[in-house]
């Protein structure tokens, strides 16, 4: 038996060794296996079953939550007077996206069209959408700072227009016929005999081009030959650049449609994406990390200059004509007409903007939109989009509608999308892309912290075992030696008596 546990130790030795070693291969083998998966499922194509559906049919919940601006003091604000609003809402639609008429191409790339729509949700709403709101009429003060550089004879007789048809500076009606149209004669008349002048031919209405509508014709690459490209635009309409602003920098399609990203992100990584409402690319910027449901995450925000005006920050020169910060004028792209997008109470906009109007108070937490991103995949596990459309208005000569209306410019509706990865989506996100590598990556440190300690304790063992062995040899030779010994005094004696007994047969 102590011939054995020698050998036995020996066994234990190798395979803690082969512990080790096979942890240490776990070490650098998983994370690259790892990798290799994520690559392998990100890439947009209809084998990938759980990424292509959520591209595809974005299968998480999405929202749209409305608000408007309703006018307190309308009279008071046509003799010159500062605008009082108290914001309404919010008003929720349910959003549906769906990709259709998809396309792939021997390029990498792959063509869609997203179609959307919207579906009131009372229960989430803090009213319903007969609820009626006054707001600036976009037909009768958009169109007046439109007119204001034509002949003084022409702007008399669109005032006579606006008068014939009974369309005032300002419109009281229910929230659902402000948000998707409504019968106006004065929309038929322009649309008749000034055809583009507008951007809708039937019902008018802040969303009527929304609802049942695609977003255009994207081109985006499927990451096939490069994962770093993966859901990055090719082409929107046919377009690698837009027509919309004055620089190339400004009209660059960059990023991504908006709803993935590439991934193996960093902390230094933006989140560029096109925006075809907003009519341009846009970037955000990393905030800080966190977590949602278990899983990491990035937020991501939109950095302070991103509706800065060309004084404040250069790059931004191509958006103007610009007033002050805050403010993106996208009358290039919306007819001509006087609109502009900011951030919602015009957070992070120039000051001045909220001296000119009555009832703003902008916060980082319910203004400042974020994209909470999983940095390892690029999907986007929380989303809040919020923007604000204002209306320009200002006094114009010879349009009597307009009063004596100070330049201002009036916040009409805001509007949160918002959505976020929920229910089996986000357990089976969770299983494959944290708690299985997780487990992966305790195991490989258990190995090499099991295979350590047994070679250890096999070491030991053997050591001890090696002792034992030699303790008993020594003490097995040393019982011979003293058998020998004790042996050979007998024999000592024996020849001495035999010697005596000689000696007296002598004598």
Same mark, same amino acid.
């Given at each position: 038996?102590?011939?054995?546990?020698?050998?036995?130790?020996?066994?234990?030795?190798?395979?803690?060794?082969?512990?080790?070693?096979?942890?240490?291969?776990?070490?650098?083998?998983?994370?690259?296996?790892?990798?290799?998966?994520?690559?392998?499922?990100?890439?947009?194509?209809?084998?990938?079953?759980?990424?292509?559906?959520?591209?595809?049919?974005?299968?998480?919940?999405?929202?749209?939550?409305?608000?408007?601006?309703?006018?307190?003091?309308?009279?008071?604000?046509?003799?010159?007077?500062?605008?009082?609003?108290?914001?309404?809402?919010?008003?929720?639609?349910?959003?549906?996206?769906?990709?259709?008429?998809?396309?792939?191409?021997?390029?990498?790339?792959?063509?869609?069209?997203?179609?959307?729509?919207?579906?009131?949700?009372?229960?989430?709403?803090?009213?319903?959408?007969?609820?009626?709101?006054?707001?600036?009429?976009?037909?009768?003060?958009?169109?007046?700072?439109?007119?204001?550089?034509?002949?003084?004879?022409?702007?008399?007789?669109?005032?006579?227009?606006?008068?014939?048809?009974?369309?005032?500076?300002?419109?009281?009606?229910?929230?659902?016929?402000?948000?998707?149209?409504?019968?106006?004669?004065?929309?038929?008349?322009?649309?008749?005999?000034?055809?583009?002048?507008?951007?809708?031919?039937?019902?008018?209405?802040?969303?009527?081009?929304?609802?049942?509508?695609?977003?255009?014709?994207?081109?985006?690459?499927?990451?096939?030959?490069?994962?770093?490209?993966?859901?990055?635009?090719?082409?929107?309409?046919?377009?690698?650049?837009?027509?919309?602003?004055?620089?190339?920098?400004?009209?660059?399609?960059?990023?991504?449609?908006?709803?993935?990203?590439?991934?193996?992100?960093?902390?230094?990584?933006?989140?560029?994406?096109?925006?075809?409402?907003?009519?341009?690319?846009?970037?955000?910027?990393?905030?800080?990390?966190?977590?949602?449901?278990?899983?990491?995450?990035?937020?991501?925000?939109?950095?302070?200059?991103?509706?800065?005006?060309?004084?404040?920050?250069?790059?931004?020169?191509?958006?103007?004509?610009?007033?002050?910060?805050?403010?993106?004028?996208?009358?290039?792209?919306?007819?001509?007409?006087?609109?502009?997008?900011?951030?919602?109470?015009?957070?992070?906009?120039?000051?001045?903007?909220?001296?000119?109007?009555?009832?703003?108070?902008?916060?980082?937490?319910?203004?400042?939109?974020?994209?909470?991103?999983?940095?390892?995949?690029?999907?986007?596990?929380?989303?809040?989009?919020?923007?604000?459309?204002?209306?320009?208005?200002? $006094?114009? !000569?010879?349009?009597? %509608? +307009?009063? @004596?209306? /100070?330049?201002?410019?009036?916040?009409?509706?805001?509007?949160?999308?918002?959505?976020?990865?929920?229910?089996?989506?986000?357990?089976?996100?969770?299983?494959?892309?944290?708690?299985?590598?997780?487990?992966?990556?305790?195991?490989?440190?258990?190995?090499?912290?099991?295979?350590?300690?047994?070679?250890?304790?096999?070491?030991?063992?053997?050591?001890?075992?090696?002792?034992?062995?030699?303790?008993?040899?020594?003490?097995?030779?040393?019982?011979?030696?003293?058998?020998?010994?004790?042996?050979?005094?007998? $024999?000592? !004696?024996?020849?001495? %008596? +035999?010697? @005596?007994? /000689?000696?007296?047969?002598?004598?």
């Amino acid at each position: 038996m102590a011939i054995k546990r020698p050998k036995v130790a020996i066994g234990f030795i190798v395979a803690g060794v082969l512990m080790v070693l096979f942890g240490t291969i776990m070490c650098f083998v998983v994370p690259l296996v790892i990798d290799d998966q994520i690559v392998k499922h990100t890439v947009i194509d209809p084998k990938n079953d759980l990424t292509y559906t959520m591209w595809k049919d974005i299968p998480v919940p999405f929202f749209m939550s409305v608000y408007f601006f309703n006018v307190l003091n309308p009279a008071e604000i046509l003799k010159g007077e500062k605008p009082m609003v108290e914001q309404r809402g919010p008003y929720v639609y349910r959003k549906q996206c769906q990709k259709e008429n998809i396309t792939f191409h021997p390029n990498g790339t792959v063509s869609y069209r997203e179609y959307r729509q919207y579906h009131f949700e009372p229960s989430m709403s803090a009213g319903n959408e007969s609820d009626v709101v006054t707001i600036p009429n976009m037909l009768v003060l958009g169109a007046s700072v439109m007119m204001e550089n034509l002949p003084y004879v022409l702007r008399l007789m669109m005032s006579a227009t606006f008068k014939t048809f009974k369309e005032g500076p300002f419109l009281t009606k229910p929230v659902g016929e402000l948000m998707w149209g409504y019968d106006s004669g004065l929309v038929d008349f322009l649309n008749q005999y000034l055809p583009g002048m507008i951007p809708t031919s039937g019902k008018f209405g802040l969303f009527s081009e929304f609802n049942n509508s695609n977003t255009g014709l994207f081109t985006v690459f499927t990451g096939k030959d490069d994962i770093r490209k993966v859901h990055r635009v090719d082409s929107w309409n046919g377009l690698t650049e837009l027509p919309y602003w004055r620089t190339a920098q400004s009209n660059m399609i960059n990023g991504t449609a908006g709803q993935m990203w590439p991934p193996f992100m960093t902390k230094q990584s933006t989140l560029p994406f096109y925006s075809p409402d907003a009519c341009r690319s846009m970037e955000l910027v990393y905030q800080r990390p966190g977590e949602m449901n278990g899983i990491p995450l990035y937020r991501y925000v939109a950095p302070k200059t991103l509706f800065a005006n060309g004084t404040d920050y250069a790059p931004n020169e191509g958006f103007c004509p610009c007033r002050q910060s805050g403010l993106l004028n996208v009358s290039s792209c919306r007819h001509n007409s006087p609109v502009f997008i900011s951030h919602p109470h015009f957070f992070n906009a120039d000051p001045v903007l909220l001296d000119y109007v009555q009832g703003l108070n902008p916060s980082e937490e319910k203004h400042g939109l974020f994209i909470d991103i999983h940095p390892q995949t690029g999907v986007p596990l929380n989303v809040s989009i919020r923007l604000q459309l204002n209306l320009y208005m200002k $006094k114009v !000569s010879g349009i009597t %509608e +307009t009063g @004596k209306i /100070s330049d201002v410019v009036m916040p009409m509706i805001w509007f949160e999308e918002n959505g976020y990865i929920d229910g089996p989506i986000v357990n089976t996100f969770r299983t494959n892309l944290v708690v299985l590598p997780t487990v992966l990556e305790y195991l490989q440190y258990i190995l090499i912290g099991l295979g350590l300690a047994t070679i250890i304790i096999a070491a030991v063992v053997y050591r001890k075992v090696k002792r034992s062995n030699l303790n008993v040899s020594l003490s097995s030779t040393f019982i011979k030696n003293v058998g020998a010994a004790e042996k050979e005094p007998v $024999k000592g !004696s024996h020849g001495l %008596e +035999t010697k @005596k007994k /000689s000696i007296s047969t002598s004598e």
